[in-house]
């Protein structure tokens, strides 16, 4: 969503890089650009009034314009206020230990995915280890009900209805059945409209009345633009909401409005939503995505999507594969934890000018190498996968015929297999000369870090594109 934004303030930092020291000119003109920038991102424009001052005020300082690397103290500077623009710090979601069930309510407009945001949530809770209940008290818009139980047979959370009528009694009666069936989370999914009017915002204080939530969560669609100033200003005043979701944080606008609610409320982002699946709920890390809207990636959050998918047998996973090589099934494997990551796509955006590459190379086509490379390994014979070495010519000839694909593309699986059988050999040396233990980190950090694949798997040649 911030790519272009992202673009422009990497190109203004470019500048300043180029020129060695810096005068109150240069930091004048950069400060421009800079506003220009967030204006053009649709970022509110006394939230941008406010950050560029703030920025101009530090840039100035003899401290920076002295020093000896002035355009890097002028990025720390902008990153620094950035990162205080989303938030500053993490601001997770408390649940009340000693109280069960605990509330939490979600507000917002209709179409800012409040009813996706539910099911999304519960299944981030259920991985937690709680067991949680969904609400359905949208009674207005039709087949919301529906929707809601669709989305929770889907992950395993149950659907409280009621007689879909009174949004209030559902709710009231939502947090008895918890109580009865032992849940201790309710996640109630309250009705919108296309605008801000009175009916609604009367029903979500009155069903906050009944519950009295342990948190109230709005959800906010990061596409709206200017206009989410005047929505959340709104539901603050009303509601007293205690954090918001933003939703939609893949999609294609200028996603400003994103970078406006917190500083126009005073309310933190607590999730993003950054796709369809019940997984893409993530929690919202304001320095991660100040440092990734300046194109410098978040390698962190790589280890710690790698971690989180990484099962138990990954440690005797390595080992084996450390013993005996290698095998395309091997391969097959790690593919799947890539996608398990989010995919190549995912993890490339994560990486220091990971977006920007991504986009001039025209964008992810990861799933559908992962797909050819896939077609091309079932083609093979299970001797084949286990010991990809016997594969002559007359054998890459059959199995680019059973796959569909060129024997071009089978030399080129081949050839990546091979460089990732000579890092075993590698790593097997370590082992040989005593050093097991460093040869095992390797393989392990290896297999959660990047899903097991050289270079990234997949992508033209093997390598990275940057």
């Known amino acids: 969503m911030f790519n272009s934004l992202s673009d422009r303030l990497t190109d203004t930092f470019d500048k300043l890089r180029g020129k060695g020291r810096l005068t109150e000119d240069d930091i004048n003109a950069a400060m421009r650009e800079i506003r220009m920038a967030l204006l053009e991102a649709d970022v509110n424009f006394r939230v941008v009034k406010d950050f560029v001052a703030r920025c101009k005020e530090q840039c100035l300082t003899a401290e ?3 020093s000896l690397t002035p355009a890097q103290n002028v990025v720390k500077v902008v990153l620094a206020e950035l990162t205080e623009l989303l938030g500053s710090t993490e601001s997770k979601l408390t649940l009340m230990p000693n109280r069960t069930p605990n509330v939490i309510m979600l507000v917002g407009l209709q179409g800012s995915g409040k009813t996706t945001a539910s099911a999304k949530l519960a299944y ?3 991985k937690q280890g709680h067991s949680p209940q969904l609400a359905a008290c949208d009674t207005h818009r039709p087949a919301a009900a529906d929707q809601l139980e669709t989305l929770g047979g889907e992950i395993g959370v149950p659907v409280y209805r009621g007689d879909g009528k009174d949004p209030v009694a559902i709710a009231r009666e939502a947090v008895q059945e918890a109580v009865d069936h032992l849940r201790d ?5 309250t009705a919108g409209r296309l605008q801000i009017d009175e009916l609604m915002m009367q029903e979500a204080v009155d069903i906050k009345s009944a519950v009295k939530p342990d948190q109230v969560l709005m959800v906010v669609d990061a596409m709206t633009g200017q206009d989410i100033v005047n929505v959340v200003s709104e539901f603050a005043e009303r509601t007293d909401f205690d954090g918001v979701i933003m939703s939609k944080l893949d999609g294609d606008a200028r996603g ?15 999730f993003v939503s950054m796709g369809e699946k019940p997984e893409s709920l993530e929690v919202f890390h304001p320095d991660r995505m100040a440092k990734r809207i300046l194109g410098m990636g978040d390698v962190v959050g790589i280890i710690e999507t790698a971690q989180a998918n990484a099962d138990a047998a990954s440690a005797a996973e390595a080992e084996r594969m450390l013993r005996e090589g290698f095998s395309m099934d091997d391969m097959l494997a790690q593919m799947q934890q890539i996608r398990k990551m989010g995919g190549m796509g995912k993890i490339l955006g994560m990486l220091p000018g990971g977006d920007k590459a991504l986009r001039q ?10 797909r050819q490379i896939e077609s091309i390994i079932f083609s093979m014979t299970k001797e084949e996968r286990a010991r990809p070495g016997i594969i002559n010519g007359m054998r890459r000839q059959r199995i680019a015929r059973g796959s569909g694909h060129s024997v071009q593309d089978v030399n080129r699986l081949i050839k990546q297999w091979s460089e990732l059988n000579k890092m075993m050999g590698k790593m097997r040396g370590m082992m040989g000369s005593g050093n097991r233990k460093q040869a095992k980190r390797q393989m392990q950090q290896m297999m959660r870090q990047m899903g097991g694949m050289p270079g990234g798997m997949g992508m033209p040649g093997g390598k990275l594109p940057f």
């Open 64 to 66: 920076v314009l002295t």
């Open 124 to 126: 981030m809770l259920k």
């Open 256 to 270: 400003g409005g994103a970078l406006s609610v917190r500083a126009v409320t005073g309310k933190p982002i607590k």
């Open 185 to 189: 989370v309710v996640i109630v999914d």
């Open 361 to 370: 190379m025209g964008g992810d086509n990861s799933e559908e190498q992962m």
